[in-house]
């Protein structure tokens, strides 16, 4: 396997665990990438624009809904950041 296939194998089982984390919390789970964004102070219409993406798609992936690995890579660009620190949930759990 090349490394773009190990990419998007390990999106695929962090995207199942968080699907997990969600149904299993009972409550609202906030996104790595949500918290990322709020920390920033920034605007999804902003980030969007930069990164090259809809603001309604990104929106959709900052719900947590599954994210192509080229946008998470142009995101840990975007942010500085190790693509771990944007894909899954955060440890914060809003009840």
């Known amino acids: 396997m090349n ?6 194998d390990k999106v695929k089982s962090i995207q199942y ?3 997990e984390i969600q149904i299993n919390s009972g409550g609202k789970v906030k996104t790595k990438l949500e918290v990322k964004i709020a920390q ?3 605007k999804q219409r902003f980030i969007s624009g ?3 993406v809809h603001e309604s798609t990104l929106s ?3 719900a947590g809904m599954r994210m192509p690995p080229e946008v998470l890579m142009r ?3 975007f942010f500085d950041c190790d693509p771990e620190e944007l894909i899954g949930y955060a440890e914060e759990v809003i009840g």
Do not use: H
């Open 75 to 77: 995101l840990s660009t």
């Open 50 to 52: 930069k990164i090259g």
């Open 60 to 62: 959709r992936y900052v």
């Open 17 to 19: 665990n968080m699907a």
């Open 40 to 42: 920033n102070g920034m």
């Open 3 to 8: 490394n773009m296939e190990n990419s998007v």
